[in-house]
């Protein structure tokens, strides 16, 4: 459904990105949806994909340029390798700015290290309109809620062993304080509940995909989005 593009960052570097687009894609509402830790793979492109078949105009920018692993241990030395305040600000911004040259409006989400990221772009990117948030969090002091200006959703894992839900409660006292519009959700789950492919043995053990709860949260995902690109 999709393809490659290039954009261009804010400070004038060429970036590439996977693009789906909808059956009608002129004047179509659109999302810059960042990946997990493992890179612009078959995975982040079909979530990209499933916004596509939704309506929406799906750009995943390639963060790793071209990099993308399987396996934890590599994952996590591209992940450290990147620099967080750059892809936000840089990369993420660039992918917002090329979506409003084609949408009227443009949503940002992402999972897990891109749930990170959304938080942080978030602060960086006066172009978007409205972000959401799969179980992913920087560090609270890296956040400046007082800049988040647009409606906020997030969807997190009580069981997550990598995001602790202690940390989403500072958040929330952080966004609340700051007076940012936000409604987060809470599932009985582990990190990734929504990744497909977070199953079997070859999984990461602190994660497990949950279709009952990925489903519900794609459900309210689906109707925020609707609500605040329409």
């Known amino acids: 459904m999709g393809s490659m593009v290039n954009f261009q960052r804010p400070d004038g570097q060429t970036v590439q990105g996977y693009l789906a687009e909808p059956a009608q894609p002129e004047g179509a509402p659109a999302i810059v949806v960042i990946q997990e830790w493992w890179g612009l793979n078959a995975q ?107 409606p906020l959703q997030g969807h997190w894992a009580t069981q997550d062993e990598f995001f602790k839900i202690e940390t989403v409660d500072a958040l929330e006292e952080k966004l609340r304080a700051a007076g940012t519009a936000f409604e987060f959700h809470r599932y009985l789950a582990r990190h990734a509940f929504a990744n497909e492919t977070a199953v079997g043995p070859g999984r990461i053990p602190a994660t497990q995909y949950d279709p009952v709860w990925a489903q519900q949260a794609w459900d309210r995902v689906f109707r925020f989005f609707g609500r605040h690109l329409g």
């Open 44 to 150: 982040i492109r079909g979530v990209a994909d499933r916004f596509a078949a939704a309506g929406y105009q799906a750009l995943v920018p390639d963060l790793y340029r071209g990099q993308m692993t399987v396996e934890a241990e590599e994952a996590h030395h591209l992940m450290s390798g990147l620099n967080f305040g750059e892809a936000a600000s840089q990369d993420i911004r660039g992918a917002v700015q090329y979506l409003k040259t084609r949408a009227p409006k443009v949503g940002l989400t992402g999972y897990c290290m891109g749930g990170a990221l959304t938080l942080l772009a978030l602060t960086q990117t006066p172009e978007v309109d409205a972000g959401v948030v799969w179980y992913g969090c920087p560090p609270l002091e890296y956040i400046d809620a007082s800049k988040i200006r647009v």
